[in-house]
Protein backbone atom coordinates (compact mmCIF):
# COMPACT_ATOMS: atom_id res chain seq x y z
CA UNK A 1 0.00 0.00 0.00
CA UNK A 2 1.35 3.75 -0.47
CA UNK A 3 2.50 5.40 2.50
CA UNK A 4 3.42 9.02 2.73
CA UNK A 5 6.65 9.85 4.09
CA UNK A 6 6.20 13.57 5.11
CA UNK A 7 9.68 14.71 4.04
CA UNK A 8 11.67 16.90 1.85
CA UNK A 9 15.04 14.76 2.38
CA UNK A 10 15.17 12.92 -0.63
CA UNK A 11 18.13 10.75 1.54
CA UNK A 12 15.94 9.97 3.85
CA UNK A 13 13.66 9.01 1.79
CA UNK A 14 15.88 6.23 -0.36
CA UNK A 15 17.12 4.96 3.21
CA UNK A 16 13.74 4.11 4.59
CA UNK A 17 12.17 2.68 1.54
CA UNK A 18 15.36 0.11 1.65
CA UNK A 19 15.12 -0.17 5.25
CA UNK A 20 10.84 -0.99 4.78
CA UNK A 21 11.60 -2.96 1.89
CA UNK A 22 13.61 -5.60 3.51
CA UNK A 23 11.38 -5.65 6.85
CA UNK A 24 8.45 -5.88 5.31
CA UNK A 25 9.06 -7.24 1.85
CA UNK A 26 9.82 -5.30 -1.24
CA UNK A 27 6.26 -4.91 -2.73
CA UNK A 28 4.57 -4.23 0.60
CA UNK A 29 4.93 -0.38 0.92
CA UNK A 30 5.59 2.42 -1.86
CA UNK A 31 6.68 5.34 -0.17
CA UNK A 32 5.64 8.89 -1.86
CA UNK A 33 8.02 12.26 -0.97
CA UNK A 34 6.13 15.52 -0.10
CA UNK A 35 7.61 16.18 -3.63
CA UNK A 36 5.14 14.53 -5.26
CA UNK A 37 2.53 16.95 -3.83
CA UNK A 38 1.91 20.37 -5.16
CA UNK A 39 2.52 23.63 -2.88
CA UNK A 40 2.64 21.51 0.23
CA UNK A 41 4.14 23.86 2.83
CA UNK A 42 7.00 24.30 4.90
CA UNK A 43 5.53 22.87 8.30
CA UNK A 44 7.70 24.16 11.10
CA UNK A 45 9.47 21.95 13.38
CA UNK A 46 8.49 23.96 16.87
CA UNK A 47 9.13 20.93 19.11
CA UNK A 48 12.09 20.54 21.84
CA UNK A 49 12.34 16.72 20.95
CA UNK A 50 12.85 14.48 17.86
CA UNK A 51 9.50 12.28 18.98
CA UNK A 52 7.29 15.51 19.16
CA UNK A 53 8.89 17.16 15.52
CA UNK A 54 8.14 13.61 14.12
CA UNK A 55 4.37 13.60 15.54
CA UNK A 56 4.57 17.13 13.77
CA UNK A 57 5.51 16.39 10.45
CA UNK A 58 3.56 13.12 10.65
CA UNK A 59 0.53 14.56 11.43
CA UNK A 60 0.09 17.33 9.03
CA UNK A 61 0.46 14.91 6.29
CA UNK A 62 -1.98 12.75 7.52
CA UNK A 63 -4.19 16.09 7.66
CA UNK A 64 -3.30 17.19 4.25
CA UNK A 65 -3.23 13.81 2.11
CA UNK A 66 -6.20 11.56 3.89
CA UNK A 67 -3.19 9.01 3.66
CA UNK A 68 -1.08 6.56 6.46
CA UNK A 69 1.67 9.05 7.09
CA UNK A 70 5.48 8.45 8.66
CA UNK A 71 7.74 10.80 9.45
CA UNK A 72 11.53 11.07 10.43
CA UNK A 73 13.09 13.24 12.75
CA UNK A 74 16.66 13.08 13.73
CA UNK A 75 20.11 14.26 14.22
CA UNK A 76 23.05 14.44 16.11
CA UNK A 77 23.56 14.61 19.93
CA UNK A 78 27.54 15.53 20.62
CA UNK A 79 28.38 15.41 24.36
CA UNK A 80 30.66 17.75 24.28
CA UNK A 81 27.60 20.40 23.03
CA UNK A 82 25.46 19.19 25.79
CA UNK A 83 23.15 17.24 23.08
CA UNK A 84 23.40 20.40 20.80
CA UNK A 85 22.90 20.16 17.29
CA UNK A 86 19.52 17.67 18.10
CA UNK A 87 17.13 19.07 16.52
CA UNK A 88 18.82 21.82 15.08
CA UNK A 89 20.95 19.45 13.24
CA UNK A 90 19.77 20.05 9.87
CA UNK A 91 19.97 23.88 10.54
CA UNK A 92 23.18 24.34 12.78
CA UNK A 93 24.70 26.31 10.36
CA UNK A 94 21.72 28.99 10.27
CA UNK A 95 21.01 27.23 5.96
CA UNK A 96 18.64 24.70 6.52
CA UNK A 97 20.32 21.07 4.25
CA UNK A 98 23.39 22.52 4.03
CA UNK A 99 25.19 19.15 5.09
CA UNK A 100 28.66 20.76 4.79
CA UNK A 101 28.38 24.40 6.82
CA UNK A 102 26.66 22.25 9.35
CA UNK A 103 29.10 19.35 9.89
CA UNK A 104 32.05 22.15 9.52
CA UNK A 105 30.59 24.23 12.30
CA UNK A 106 30.21 20.99 14.35
CA UNK A 107 33.57 20.39 13.58
CA UNK A 108 35.20 24.36 14.85
CA UNK A 109 32.98 24.28 17.62
CA UNK A 110 34.82 20.84 18.99
CA UNK A 111 37.79 21.59 17.80
CA UNK A 112 39.58 21.55 21.36
CA UNK A 113 38.18 18.86 22.73
CA UNK A 114 40.58 15.89 23.65
CA UNK A 115 39.94 12.10 22.24
CA UNK A 116 38.53 10.97 24.50
CA UNK A 117 35.71 13.39 25.65
CA UNK A 118 34.30 13.26 21.92
CA UNK A 119 31.41 11.06 22.09
CA UNK A 120 27.61 11.37 20.59
CA UNK A 121 24.74 10.36 19.13
CA UNK A 122 22.77 9.82 15.99
CA UNK A 123 18.91 9.78 17.09
CA UNK A 124 16.01 9.06 15.27
CA UNK A 125 11.86 9.58 15.82
CA UNK A 126 10.05 7.83 13.52
CA UNK A 127 6.12 8.16 13.85
CA UNK A 128 3.19 6.48 11.84
CA UNK A 129 -0.09 8.54 11.86
CA UNK A 130 -3.26 6.81 10.74
CA UNK A 131 -6.24 8.33 8.89
CA UNK A 132 -7.90 7.02 12.14
CA UNK A 133 -6.20 9.10 14.28
CA UNK A 134 -4.27 6.26 15.60
CA UNK A 135 -0.74 7.46 16.44
CA UNK A 136 3.07 5.44 16.85
CA UNK A 137 5.95 6.64 18.04
CA UNK A 138 9.83 4.74 17.96
CA UNK A 139 13.12 5.93 18.45
CA UNK A 140 16.45 4.44 17.44
CA UNK A 141 20.01 5.84 18.10
CA UNK A 142 23.63 4.72 17.36
CA UNK A 143 26.62 5.81 19.86
CA UNK A 144 30.00 6.58 18.46
CA UNK A 145 32.38 9.41 18.34
CA UNK A 146 32.87 12.61 16.51
CA UNK A 147 35.74 12.66 13.97
CA UNK A 148 38.63 15.81 13.89
CA UNK A 149 38.06 15.22 9.43
CA UNK A 150 35.84 14.00 7.08
CA UNK A 151 36.18 10.48 5.91
CA UNK A 152 34.07 8.98 3.38
CA UNK A 153 31.60 9.73 0.68
CA UNK A 154 28.73 7.51 1.17
CA UNK A 155 25.51 8.41 3.46
CA UNK A 156 24.34 12.35 4.40
CA UNK A 157 24.52 14.68 7.23
CA UNK A 158 27.06 14.27 9.33
CA UNK A 159 27.93 11.01 8.71
CA UNK A 160 32.13 11.95 7.77
CA UNK A 161 32.61 12.66 10.89
CA UNK A 162 30.81 9.69 12.88
CA UNK A 163 32.52 6.34 13.47
CA UNK A 164 30.39 4.20 15.37
CA UNK A 165 31.00 2.30 18.52
CA UNK A 166 32.85 -0.77 17.30
CA UNK A 167 33.14 0.43 14.31
CA UNK A 168 37.07 1.12 12.16
CA UNK A 169 34.57 2.96 9.16
CA UNK A 170 32.36 6.08 9.18
CA UNK A 171 29.03 5.80 8.46
CA UNK A 172 29.57 7.27 5.21
CA UNK A 173 32.30 4.59 4.19
CA UNK A 174 29.99 2.02 4.84
CA UNK A 175 27.72 0.52 1.82
CA UNK A 176 23.98 1.56 2.62
CA UNK A 177 22.61 -1.81 3.66
CA UNK A 178 25.99 -1.80 6.16
CA UNK A 179 24.92 1.91 7.64
CA UNK A 180 21.15 0.57 8.15
CA UNK A 181 22.02 -2.40 10.52
CA UNK A 182 23.78 -0.02 13.26
CA UNK A 183 22.22 3.36 12.32
CA UNK A 184 19.57 5.03 14.10
CA UNK A 185 17.21 5.12 11.48
CA UNK A 186 17.88 1.21 10.42
CA UNK A 187 16.79 0.52 14.47
CA UNK A 188 13.78 3.16 14.42
CA UNK A 189 12.29 2.33 11.45
CA UNK A 190 12.90 -1.69 11.92
CA UNK A 191 10.67 -1.31 14.86
CA UNK A 192 7.57 0.90 13.22
CA UNK A 193 7.78 -1.71 10.45
CA UNK A 194 6.24 -4.16 12.71
CA UNK A 195 3.59 -1.49 13.84
CA UNK A 196 2.92 -1.10 10.22
CA UNK A 197 2.71 -4.37 9.14
CA UNK A 198 -0.56 -4.39 11.73
CA UNK A 199 -1.63 -1.20 11.12
CA UNK A 200 -0.85 -0.33 7.39
CA UNK A 201 -3.34 -3.35 5.40
P1 LIG B 1 12.53 16.73 6.80
O1 LIG B 1 12.34 17.56 8.04
O2 LIG B 1 11.81 17.25 5.61
O3 LIG B 1 12.28 15.26 7.05
P2 LIG B 1 15.33 17.39 7.19
O4 LIG B 1 16.57 17.06 6.42
O5 LIG B 1 15.07 18.82 7.53
O6 LIG B 1 14.09 16.78 6.37
P3 LIG B 1 15.50 16.77 10.04
O7 LIG B 1 14.82 18.01 10.45
O8 LIG B 1 15.09 15.48 10.71
O9 LIG B 1 15.32 16.48 8.48
O10 LIG B 1 17.06 16.96 10.20
C1 LIG B 1 17.91 15.89 10.15
C2 LIG B 1 19.34 16.36 10.01
O11 LIG B 1 20.15 15.53 10.86
C3 LIG B 1 19.83 16.14 8.59
O12 LIG B 1 19.84 17.32 7.89
C4 LIG B 1 21.24 15.60 8.80
O13 LIG B 1 22.16 16.66 8.79
C5 LIG B 1 21.23 14.98 10.18
N1 LIG B 1 21.05 13.52 10.03
C6 LIG B 1 19.89 12.81 10.17
N2 LIG B 1 20.08 11.53 9.88
C7 LIG B 1 21.35 11.40 9.52
C8 LIG B 1 22.14 10.32 9.08
O14 LIG B 1 21.62 9.10 8.90
N3 LIG B 1 23.42 10.54 8.81
C9 LIG B 1 23.94 11.75 8.94
N4 LIG B 1 23.28 12.85 9.31
C10 LIG B 1 21.99 12.67 9.61
Same mark, same amino acid.
Given at each position: ????????? /?? /??????????? *?? !????????????????? =???????????????? *???????????????? %???????????????? *????????????????????? %? =??? =???? !??????? *?????????????????????????? !????????????? =?????????? %???????? %??????????? /????????
Amino acid at each position: SKLLLATAN /KK /KLVELQRILDL *AL !GAERIALVGLGDFEDYP =DVPETGLTFGENALIK *AREGARRTGLPTVADD %SGIAVDALNGMPGVFS *ARWSGEHGNDLANLELVLAQI %S =DVG =DGQR !GGAFVCA *AALVLPNGREHLVEGKQRGTILRAQR !GEGGFGYDPIFLG =DGQSRTNAEL %SPAEKDVI %SHRGKAFRELA /KVIAKEVP
